[in-house]
């Protein structure tokens, strides 16, 4: 995955997202070797209410489908997939580690912090540009810059949370 191919599809994709109403939570770009080495643009977006249709997704891939083919940033075969982040979704922008704290998160940095690079803990937020994490009573500054990955945890509440947003 090359992530000047993915930073030059967002540069390339975002206005076009945003016009149609959507934010970009995530790009990347995966190889496959079930598909016989063809790579898969998956594209993660939502509406700043935290919802897409499976219209918008279609949406979406027929705007951006245009813009690649003109552009044509990926050099080969590739599939499009543009879906939602779901329910234990990546956590890609600042707003996300606000959004949901209180939640069980998976935070894995390009660094080592106290002798570790994953932690698995409740969020509680952001300090300056720190995630704030409690992992077994103990709370952890880790610096956003420094994060390779991160997502929430499928636990009971966040699906409970997410039916009564549904209900409401």
């Not at 070797?33 to 935290?50: F, Y």
């Not at 897409?52 to 245009?66: F, L, M, N, T, Y």
């Amino acid at each position: 995955m090359s992530k000047a191919i993915t930073d030059k599809v967002t540069k390339l994709i975002t206005p076009t997202i945003e016009e149609l109403g959507y934010e970009i939570v995530r790009v990347l770009l995966l190889s496959s070797a079930r598909d016989g080495g063809v790579q898969t643009l998956q594209i993660m977006t939502e509406a700043e209410d935290g919802t897409i249709s499976v219209e918008g997704c279609a949406k979406i891939s027929r705007a951006v489908s245009v813009i690649l083919d003109v552009e044509d940033p990926i050099s080969g075969e590739y599939n499009l997939e543009v879906s939602s982040p779901g329910l234990d979704r990546p956590l890609t922008r600042r707003k996300d580690f606000v959004n949901y704290a209180g939640y069980e998160v998976k935070v894995e940095m390009e660094c080592a912090i106290e002798g570790r690079r994953r932690f698995k803990g409740e969020l509680l937020g952001l300090k300056g540009d720190e995630i704030n994490i409690l992992v077994d009573g103990i709370e952890y500054l880790l610096p956003i810059e420094d994060v390779l990955k991160s997502k929430l945890v499928l636990t009971d509440e966040l699906i409970a949370a997410s039916q009564a947003a549904l209900n409401n």
